[in-house]
Structure formats: structure tokens, C-alpha cells
């Protein structure tokens, strides 16, 4: 199930692991054993990485918040930049290759974020992980002339995880959009939040 890819340590392909078996299997198929299986590790292995479950799962959440680091590129989000299109272009890009090529990290992160409900100590660590990501945003609509960054934010991530849940398990799954319908998206929605300011943050087309 797991290809095992040089390069990677083995806490890494543990990691990596247990996020393809949430994915594949949901919770109840994340299991020390089913990781060293999957894995092609003697049996024992990841008990000896992580002992408990919480240690296993909070392993998974570190490695998705690697893994989605690459994929969403928060480096990428513009800062003080006067580009025109700098926001759209960054923000579209990054869902376009999270839809496209990641869908199954998609659905081991909604797997997380489910059992994080269910166990304080998870919850905690997983909204530690999270907050790389709203950070660089904020700066972004900052920069972009949001008058009120923090609350724009929030509802650009609410768009944003709304539209993902519904491309890669919703009723939308068939239908992921375009890199251009990202961008009229995006556009539309900033024009909406920034008024004038949407000038700056740039336009589709």
C-alpha cells in the first residue's frame, strides 16, 4: 500500500504511512501493526517511534502540517507587494495543486481534524500546527488593504476549506475547478472584502 521512497527517514515513512491508511481506511485502520505492514517495517517499529496512539496521531498531524506546507507554499502568499494579481495568482495556484495532486492528503486531514474533536490533547496540538498557515494570510490581506485582516482572513479560510471539502469528498468531487475558475473565485471574493482595494490585491483577466 505504501510505497516506500528513498530519501525520507523513518519517522517520515511512518508519518507518511499513517496518513495513507487514514486516508484509505479512515481512524479505526490507523494501527501500530497496520502502519509496519503497510510500511514493510518489522513489526514493532512504529511502537518504538511513537508508543501511544496520541504520539502516533500527533506524528500524522506534524507530517501533514509538513506535507501541506509544501503543497499550499504559505511563502508564497505576497506580502508587501504592489503586483497586480500577486494574491489571486498565489491563492488559486495553491488550491489548484492541493485539489489536483493531493486529494488524499485532503481526506487524511479531514480525518484528523474529526478525531481532534473527540480528544482534547489532539485538539490542542493540532491547532498549534495549524496556525503556520493564517499568519502569512493575514500579512497577505494586509498588504492587500483589508482594513480588518484578521476577520477577512477567517473568511477567506472558510471559503477556502469549504470549497476543497466539497472538490475532494463533497458532492463537487467530480468537478474540480480550473486553475482560471479559481482565479475569477478568488477575485470575485476579495473584490467583495477589499472594495477599492481589490485593485491592488490584483484581478483575473
Do not use: K
Amino acid at each position: 500500500m505504501h510505497e516506500r521512497t528513498t530519501g525520507i527517514s523513518r519517522a517520515e515513512l511512518i508519518a507518511d504511512t499513517a496518513l495513507a491508511l487514514l486516508a484509505e481506511r479512515g481512524m479505526r485502520g490507523l494501527t501500530h501493526r497496520a502502519v509496519d505492514e503497510a510500511a514493510g517495517l518489522p513489526q514493532g517499529s512504529t511502537s518504538n517511534h511513537a508508543r501511544t496512539r496520541q504520539a502516533l496521531l500527533e506524528a500524522a498531524v506534524r507530517r501533514q502540517a509538513e506535507r501541506e506546507l509544501r503543497v499550499l507554499t504559505p511563502a508564497e502568499m505576497p506580502g508587501a507587494t504592489t503586483r497586480a494579481g500577486a494574491p489571486v495568482d498565489a491563492l488559486a495556484l495553491a488550491l489548484h495543486r492541493y485539489l489536483t495532486h493531493h486529494p488524499q492528503l485532503l481526506v487524511a486531514r479531514y480525518e484528523l481534524a474529526l478525531e481532534a474533536t473527540r480528544r482534547p490533547e489532539l485538539r490542542a496540538f493540532y491547532d498549534t500546527t495549524g496556525r503556520q498557515f493564517r499568519e502569512p494570510l493575514i500579512a497577505m490581506m494586509t498588504a492587500a488593504g483589508s482594513t480588518e485582516p484578521e476577520r477577512h482572513t477567517h473568511a477567506l479560510v472558510a471559503w477556502c476549506e469549504g470549497l476543497l471539502f466539497s472538490c475532494a469528498v463533497g458532492s463537487y468531487h467530480q468537478a474540480v475547478p480550473s486553475l482560471e475558475e479559481l482565479r475569477r473565485g478568488f477575485t470575485e471574493l476579495l473584490r467583495g472584502m477589499l472594495g477599492d482595494g481589490e485593485d491592488r490585491a490584483g484581478t483575473a483577466g
